[in-house]
């Protein structure tokens, strides 16, 4: 995981959504700070470690699609945002800093995300 800080492509790329971005192998974070921040690094962690297991494109396809799929469903960017699997996982379990140790292969799709 390679950290970069980069205020610029954040407020272009994810409009000033969100404090870090995962593009495998690297984490962009909008501010030095976040650097410290162990759970949102957790996070991003988490991310990482779907996008090897999903080869990286098939991580980026699915979470388009599953994003489509639900901001059609709940007509709100935040609410589809919240339902992707990937990003259930890694917010039910970014305060664990141990949970990548113990995580099993495709954890995000073995709790049964996939829900509407």
């Known amino acids: 995981m390679i950290v970069v800080v980069s205020p610029f492509f954040m407020k272009y790329f994810v409009a000033g ?15 030095e700070r976040h650097r410290e921040n162990v759970v949102l690094m957790n996070h991003e962690r988490i991310h990482i470690e779907q996008q090897k297991e999903m080869l990286v494109v098939g991580f980026y396809i699915l979470y388009l699609l ?19 699997s990937f990003e259930q996982e890694a917010y039910d379990y970014e305060e664990d800093l141990y949970y990548l140790q113990k995580r099993g292969r495709w954890a995000w799709i073995r709790r049964s995300y996939f829900k509407l």
């Not at 959504?17 to 501010?31: G, K, Q, R, Y």
Request: hydrophobic fraction near 55%; charged fraction near 10%; aromatic fraction near 18%.
């Open 17 to 31: 959504h969100a404090s870090a971005i995962t593009l495998f192998p690297f984490v962009v974070l909008n501010h």
């Open 66 to 84: 599953e994003y489509i799929v639900r901001l059609l469903a709940y007509k709100n960017h935040f609410a589809a945002y919240r339902q992707i």
